[in-house]
């Protein structure tokens, strides 16, 4: 709606006496006419009063002159402003032409009047007065009366063509940002136009042409933000933004992809961020933000789409996402489709993938940290969605002043379409299923703190049934299922000591479960009672030196419920596991407790330079051993576009807490270690685009790998890696443009030695990593997408021979060594079309997701026969077609 | 064991069950060890030798066509304690038996268990069809060497365990098979040693592209499911033995490999069933069958996985639709 407030304006209302003409200019007889005011000359009054003699000569016939065209008198200002009203008496002298002659003021107003009622009487046209049918002139009075308006029912607003307003609110506490520079440029770069928003935030286009718009919004302290709109001609176009207020300043934004944000120095070397804008349009993807991290530079792909992060060359156990500091126990729902939270209440997702901050620890790996956002303050604001693969909801609003909550859920529908559509023979009788939940409260009780509140969880469940005709193992049959689940209760607190320290608080209490059984062979039931704490304290000591301390610890009770054959190393393990002999039944009941203390000097010795140096000390119960790991990162402007990068660090991880059971694995085994290198180059070539090479070296030591044939102690630490390669990326970022697209290219080598053995490749080696995605905005809401993925194929075993058990009549293959074939090449198309509804008060989207457009058969593996002579490719995932349906208010 | 990796494994699991398969497991194409029979010398009826007594272990060699000589080489040792892969030896191998006959024999060997011993032992070897055995291959280090044959010849490496008896608990009998029936009918065909031409024979006849499930059943003889006490840790349950009973056959058209005699006769559970069956049907085979009729060969191996077996062959007519 128009927000300008109607003014109420002075209407000038006039009445003029006419009825009489007081006194008739020349000689010619008087005459009485009727007149509502007194507005005559003595003349015409005795005129009025004479008395008729029916004897007298017939009198003319005079007919008076009358208003042919008004001109509105302006109306004082101050007259206007101070509520007065007034009349003006004035004599007007009409010629025979209609044309006023003369005018004169016969009783002074004042305040402005008379001059305003002269000027505008002047201008009048009259039809003139007539004797008899002859024009003639004549002198009158006149009347003009000012008088203040009440304002009128506002009348339909005609819009011809079309408007385009609306509102930017702080996505913080939905405040109005004022005094906004909003650009608005036409698609044919005809129009352009600019203003700034007022104190409530506003602006208004009017008069567009319909068709698509590019705006900008440009603010210094919340960044740029660039939209594009519809306007259909008779229609206003309405549209609120929030704008997220800029990092204020912790961490420099290496970004992937990011928004101009200028930030002080990293405490990672590579940090690789999308921007919110881009984060649910990557193409085959479904719009889940998580996923889009599959894009990056250094992730690799795993096989099956299990959703395993494979983060440069590292097992995906040796990487770890944390959401807002504490550990999230699985990413994605079963199958990799979708991840676990609703990305719509993301706020960042930052990928570390190596060289990471001492803030984490425990892994050797990579990281991703997960940033939520605080729910709407500004009114209820909700979406829904509907696809094949799932069906989800979201609703935020304010609760009070001073807090707001958001409240979402998700269910799959993969089981339904699975009912429906696939044969009934072919053993699997349910479908995985899931859902996922999340509760989030924001409290700001001061300006100096703020409370989160996060309650979320997953469910995942798969079962199949394996009947006696599908297994070549007897003991393998009977139901299998698999279920995963955790339900986590997280707070935060950030409070603010002046402007130069902030105190962050991060506690969780999960319940995460597992369980997962196939018939009397194998039955793995875990609980898990996880604590997770962390205290982080950041002081700006001064414009060159930052200091970060903090306290991370982990208390965990679990309990775990086991039978089935010993477990083995985690990777590159050469044996089936054998459901035979060495079956184990095992319980245990026990708690894990990790605590950690962390530092970080963050220091700009001079002004290109940075440097972050760190350290972490861990402590791991179970192995009953402390370990210190120091971290350095640096980074020289070289120039205002170019940035040089490098780190170095050690980084640890405690064994799996069955290699260091005494019962199922090995007591005395120690910490996990690695040293991260690496360098690199950031280049923003123009505004918006940004190149990236980076090189790194991974070596990785005291890795648990398991003795020959699994004898005592079964488990040690004589495992050896090296992972080495180079990431080249390239940005085209949204801001700004009808698309964004991203180009990342890996070349990498990623290898292991167990206990002795030769190098060999890492069960997930992948050499080239080339993904691809582009995404365009087409007028009138649509927009289409593409990720192409080309990846080398993950290694495999070429069994040479086998060896049959006579008792068991179970093959076990001979393999030379270890991945020395791999799979064919990887390809993969997706796209994504999504077309959308702007209304005035909801917005409404259709899109298509098509994962492996051209259905792909690309092989995953091999299935052999009994004794490995013979084999069958394993394919991966078909075409997924999602059609979805999404609507937002 | 990764949660993950069983994540994916069940992943496989259904993927596979929509994918394309290898040969099924019950498909004999070639030579192949189906089992090994264990009998004590002066108890033929009992698999688990105690110390000091001797063992006569036979290797079960099938083959699609017709029985060829074959050779093989044996070391039995005592075994490692390993948790997977192919076991090996813990020292030196103390006894060896190389087999190298012109007759069509089945593998197989003796063994004298030493009167002080103290556990099981295992045997490691290879078989060679058509061949000479290689002599030189180092059992306990296969990857060494995995070719079971010098020269020409068809073999398998093959690995086992002779269970020795410590006690009157770990004493085990070999289940025998009772009675196998096709069609709720007693089937007691043997094979012939002709492949084809059996349309004119005794042997029981179905036609080729018939759609009908035939239901093999087998019983095991009274007394086959020994009860014995299961140590688990510091448990110690009572157990009945379950009987795994694989089937094979030459041709396509068989349910699966594997069917488990587990429950009590009255129960409707299917995977507690108190007899092995599996269905037949002869319209997955891939090819014209000779008019003559060709000879379908049927092996069934029932083991009570505590070493003891037994082993019958059985064998149908299949011929073309008129």
């Given amino acids: ?889 | 064991m990764r949660l993950r990796t069983l994540t994916t494994m069940l992943l496989g699991i259904g993927l596979i069950a929509c994918g394309d398969q290898p040969d099924p497991t019950y498909l004999i194409t070639k030579a192949r060890i189906i089992g090994a029979t264990y009998a004590v010398d002066g108890d033929a009826g009992r698999a688990t030798p105690r110390a000091g007594e001797s063992v006569h272990v036979e290797l079960l060699l099938t083959q699609k066509e017709d029985p060829t000589a074959n050779s093989w080489a044996i070391i039995i040792c005592e075994p490692a304690e390993t948790s997977f892969g192919v076991g090996f030896c813990e020292g030196e191998p103390i006894a060896f038996a190389i087999g190298d006959t012109p007759e069509v024999v089945r593998p197989n060997f003796d063994f004298a268990v030493p009167a002080d011993a103290t556990g099981d032992y295992a045997f490691f070897g290879a078989v060679c069809l058509g061949g000479q055995v290689n002599l030189d291959l180092n059992p306990t280090d296969f990857e060494e060497s995995v070719n079971p044959c010098v020269g020409d010849g068809v073999g398998q490496l093959l690995s086992g365990a002779i269970a020795v008896a410590a006690n009157d608990n770990e004493v085990n009998h070999s289940p025998r098979i009772a009675e196998v029936r096709f069609d709720g009918e007693p089937w007691t065909d043997e094979p012939p040693m002709e492949r084809t031409g059996c349309a004119d024979g005794p042997l029981r006849q179905v036609t080729f592209g018939d759609a009908t499930e035939w239901e093999i059943e087998v019983d095991a003889a009274e007394g086959s499911r020994e009860a014995f006490i299961e140590v688990d840790g510091e448990e110690m349950n009572a157990v009945i033995e379950e009987l795994p009973t694989a089937f094979y056959a030459t041709e396509k058209g068989l349910e699966g490999l594997y069917s488990v005699i587990d429950g009590d006769p009255d129960s409707e559970d299917r995977t507690a069933t108190p007899f092995a069956n599996l269905t037949y049907r002869a319209d997955d085979i891939e090819e014209e069958v000779e008019a003559g009729g060709r000879v379908i060969r049927f092996e069934i191996v029932m083991r009570d996985d505590r070493g003891g077996m037994d082993h019958v062959s059985r064998a149908l007519c299949l011929v073309p639709a008129t």
Wanted: aromatic share 10%.
């Fill in chain 1, 1 to 889: 709606m128009n927000g300008g407030i109607e003014t109420l304006r002075g209407c000038v209302r006039f009445a003029f006496l006419v009825a009489a003409l007081a006194g008739l200019v020349g000689s010619g007889p008087k005459s009485a006419v009727a007149q509502d005011a007194p507005a005559d000359t003595g003349a015409s009054e005795d005129a009025a009063e004479a008395p008729v003699d029916p004897d007298a000569p017939v009198e003319p016939v005079i007919v008076p002159p009358s208003v042919a065209e008004f001109v509105e008198a302006t109306y004082p200002p101050e007259a206007e402003e101070a509520g007065l009203e007034a009349g003006v008496d004035m004599a007007v002298t009409i010629g025979v032409e209609g044309e006023v002659v003369d005018a004169e003021v016969l009783q002074p107003a004042g305040h402005g009047f008379d001059e305003a009622a002269l000027e505008a009487v002047r201008r009048f046209r009259f039809t003139p007065a007539t004797r008899d049918g002859e024009p003639f002139a004549v002198r009158i009075r006149y009347r003009y009366v000012f008088e203040l308006r009440e304002p009128e029912p506002e009348a339909p607003e005609v819009i011809p063509a079309g408007r385009l307003e609306g509102q930017i609110l702080a996505e913080e506490d939905g405040a109005p940002i004022t005094a906004v520079e909003v650009v608005l440029t036409s698609e044919d770069q005809v129009l352009a136009r600019r203003m700034v928003t007022g104190e409530d935030g506003r602006f208004v286009f009017e008069e567009l042409p319909a068709g698509a718009y590019d705006l900008r919004v440009i603010t210094t302290e919340y960044g740029e933000m660039d939209q594009r709109e519809e306007v259909i001609a008779g229609e206003i176009t309405d549209v609120t933004y929030r704008m997220a207020i800029l990092d204020s300043g912790e961490e420099e934004e290496f970004t992937y992809g990011a928004s101009a944000v200028i930030d002080p120095p990293p405490r990672e070397v590579t940090r690789r961020s999308i921007p919110r804008a881009a984060l649910t349009r990557i193409p085959g993807t479904r719009g889940d933000a998580l996923r889009a991290i599959e894009i990056l530079p250094g992730v690799a792909r795993p096989p099956f789409g299990t959703g395993q992060l494979i983060i440069r060359g590292s097992s995906p156990q040796d990487s770890q996402v944390f959401v807002e500091g504490v550990p999230l126990p699985q990413i994605y729902h079963f199958g990799g489709l979708t991840s676990v939270i609703n990305s719509r209440l993301l706020d960042r997702i930052d990928f570390f993938p190596g060289n990471f901050s001492a803030r984490y620890g425990r892994k050797i790996g990579g990281v991703v940290e997960v940033d939520v956002r605080d729910p709407s303050r500004d009114g209820f604001h909700g979406v829904a969605e509907l696809s094949v693969i799932d069906v989800s909801a979201l609703a935020e609003f304010p609760l009070g002043e001073n807090a707001s909550a958001a409240v979402g859920v998700r269910r799959s529908m993969i089981d339904l379409v699975f009912e429906n559509v696939l044969p009934d023979d072919i053993g699997v009788v349910a479908a995985p299923v899931y859902y996922d939940y999340q509760a989030f409260v924001t409290y700001r009780p001061t300006p100096n703190d703020r409370l989160r509140f996060l309650f979320y969880g997953s469910n995942d469940r798969f079962a199949i049934n394996i009947d006696d005709s599908l297994g070549d193992d007897p003991a393998i049959r009977g139901n299998a299922s698999l279920t995963q689940r955790f339900n986590q209760l997280q707070f935060g607190w950030r409070h603010q000591f002046g402007a130069d320290t902030t105190l962050d608080i991060d506690v969780l209490g999960a319940l995460q479960q597992a369980n997962f059984g196939l018939g009397d062979a194998f039955g793995f039931d875990l609980d898990v009672w996880q604590t997770s704490h962390r205290v982080e304290l950041t002081h700006q000591a001064n414009s060159r030196v930052r200091l970060i301390a903090g306290i991370d610890s982990s208390l965990t009770p679990y309990t775990l419920n086991y039978n089935g054959p010993r477990p083995g190393q985690a990777e590159g393990e050469q044996e089936d596991p054998d459901f035979n002999d060495d079956a184990i039944t095992y319980s245990v009941n026990d708690v894990s407790y990790r605590p950690a203390f962390y530092f970080e000097a963050d220091l700009r010795p001079f002004e290109p330079w940075q440097v972050v140096l760190g350290g972490r000390v861990d402590y791991d119960r179970q192995i009953r051993r402390f370990n210190f790991d120091p971290r350095m990162v640096t980074t020289l402007q070289v120039a205002d576009t170019v940035r040089l990068k490098g780190g170095a660090g050690m980084f640890s991880q405690p064994p799996e807490f069955y290699e260091s059971d005494p019962v199922l694995g090995n007591e005395e085994l120690g910490w996990i270690r690695g040293a991260h290198f690496g360098a690199g180059i950031d280049w923003d070539v123009v505004p918006g685009i940004r190149l990236g090479v980076e090189g790194f070296y991974k070596r990785l030591w005291n890795r648990v790998v398991s003795t020959p044939g699994g004898v005592a102690p079964r488990f040690v630490n004589d495992g050896l890696g090296r992972i080495y390669g180079a990431e080249v990326s390239a940005r085209v970022s949204p801001e700004g443009r009808r698309w964004f697209g991203y180009l990342s290219y890996t070349l990498s080598r990623s290898e292991r030695r167990d206990a002795g053995d030769e190098w060999r490749l890492f069960d997930f080696d992948q050499t080239h990593i080339f993904t691809l995605t582009a995404s365009y905005q087409l007028p009138r809401g649509w927009e289409i997408g593409g990720t192409l993925r080309l990846v080398s194929g993950n290694p495999s075993n070429q069994p040479i021979g086998s060896v049959v058990d006579v008792n068991t009549l179970d093959y076990t293959a001979i393999n030379s060594a270890l991945n020395t074939r791999r799979n064919p090449l990887f390809h993969r198309l997706d796209i994504r079309i999504e077309k959308k509804w702007t209304f005035d008060a909801w917005r409404l989207a259709l899109f298509l997701d098509i994962q492996n457009v051209y259905n792909q058969q690309n092989q995953e593996g091999l299935i052999f026969n009994y004794d490995f002579t013979q084999s069958v490719p394993i394919t991966g995932l078909p075409i997924i077609p999602a059609l979805g349906l999404r609507g937002e208010i």
